[in-house]
């Protein structure tokens, strides 16, 4: 059988994914797009090389990469390139933009970059390669990475930048304007709070996080709405939770275990209001286990680092089920998913 167009298409993309990821995180590093939206047009290589203080010959590569993979678009003028963002770039790369992605392909360039070398060795012995990846003997990858600030701050703000984008349809995925007292379990930064309390006014949110993360995302909480937005800093798993009438788990199940899950799920139904619920926002496996290619990436992620994996809607109900929650809704998203499951009221 002979290669086709379509099977070397497919290999050539998956043999370069890695220095793809690295095109597009030196364009943002070196502030291309950020150029480029202040200066509203085209520019030549030249002038881009000029301003952003680069070697004229790399700069050049770089565009021309960054045209082909569709973050730039170039025009010819007296046979010379003027290079100018797409739309996407404009939204997601500049760094002025309130939806960039900067920093979490930043992180995604370095940090990631570095726990793949593992990967074959994650695979071969089926545990998590923490301590490697760390260069400590601490197993805990959130102990690991809130003993350093500035990894701290690495994974914060990487963490903080998809609210922006699918925040609001995650918020929205389920009516919750009857729910006031809010708790944001393992919540990091108060990223999702803000957009959290910009939909529904009348509703205050704890973050709730370990000591580091919290002490640092009190330090950056900038919001206007600061008396709607607290903190409170805790271990999930061994100290007492804030008494709310909805806890929100955003990316927090799959880092965990089915017996540490099931464990804080029990927690927080015991924690919660009669009446309350809990949101769970992931990006949720297909039944059949047939994609979203999103869901396979974060559980290779997460099998590199941690100790949990991503589910089905049916493994995720059956944990909220065992903790008590009832009625469990599923709304798909874009590319972060919402399950909702609800504490019912005491009837007499
Ligand atoms: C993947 S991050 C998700 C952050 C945030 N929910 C989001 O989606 O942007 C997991 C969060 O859980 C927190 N966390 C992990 N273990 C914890 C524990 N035992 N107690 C409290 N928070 C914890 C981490 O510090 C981190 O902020």
New binding site residues.
Partial sequence: MDCTEEMVKILFQHQHGLIITRIMSTACELGVFDLLLESGGFLSSAEIAERLGTSHMGMEKLLEACVSLKLLRMEKKDNEGFYGNTDLANLCLAKSSPKSQCQYIQFYSEFVYTCSQYLTKAVREGKHQAPLVFGTSEK????N??SSEERLEV??NA??D??SLYGQEVISAFDLSCFHVVC??????D??AKQYISLYPNSTVTI???P??VERAKKHSVSSEEHRINFQ???????AIPEADLY?????L???NDETCLALLTKLYNACKPGGGVLL?ETVLNEDRSGPLAAHIYSILVMLVLEGKERTLSEYSTLLGAAGFKDVQFKKGRHLDAVYGRKENISF
Avoid: K, P, T
């Avoid at 800093?233 to 100290?239: A, E, T």
């Fill in positions: 805990n990858m959130y102990i990475i809130s994974f914060q963490m903080g998809a609210w944001d379990v393992g919540g990091g930064s990223a999702f709730f996080d370990l580091e993360v800093s805790g271990d999930f798993l061994n100290d929100i788990l955003a990316r927090v799959h880092c965990l926002v």
